[in-house]
């Protein structure tokens, strides 16, 4: 994926640096609970992590919507979307994918939408957030 000017650049990720960052995220995903909390996400309802990573957050998301629910995870790079997917399960799927865009996502889809840890790393900030509205 080429750097555009202002953009941040996502191809410097490794296999390693994909493994290390699930290994160091564990302050991350108590932020990440932190975060969530105030959102009250019950059984059922369908939910959206943008930058989810390597999957810690949203699959204990996964846990509070139950088996009636749905969590999907997106991120822009492969290699943590590949560790993301050994969490997947019945009610959790992730998917490469970028804020900016998530027109493969109908309107009004999620109940809720997150982000952890990931707004300042938008190029376009103003895109995403309407996209987010928007889903």
Do not use: C
């Amino acid at each position: 994926m080429p750097q555009t000017s202002g953009a941040i650049s996502l191809e410097h990720d490794t296999p390693e640096l994909a493994r290390s960052y699930d290994e160091a995220g564990l302050v991350q995903f108590r932020h990440g609970k932190f975060l969530i909390g105030p959102l009250a996400i019950k059984s059922g309802e369908h939910v959206l992590d943008i930058g989810t990573g390597t999957g810690r957050l949203a699959e204990f998301v996964a846990d509070l919507v139950g088996p009636n629910g749905q969590v999907i995870g997106i991120d822009p790079l492969a290699g943590r979307i590949e560790i993301a997917r050994l969490r997947q399960s019945d009610n959790l799927q992730f998917h490469t994918g970028r804020a900016e865009d998530l027109s493969r996502f109908d309107d009004r889809q999620f109940d809720a939408v997150y982000l952890n840890s990931v707004f300042h790393w938008i190029a376009d900030k103003g895109g995403a957030l309407r996209e987010i509205h928007r889903a």
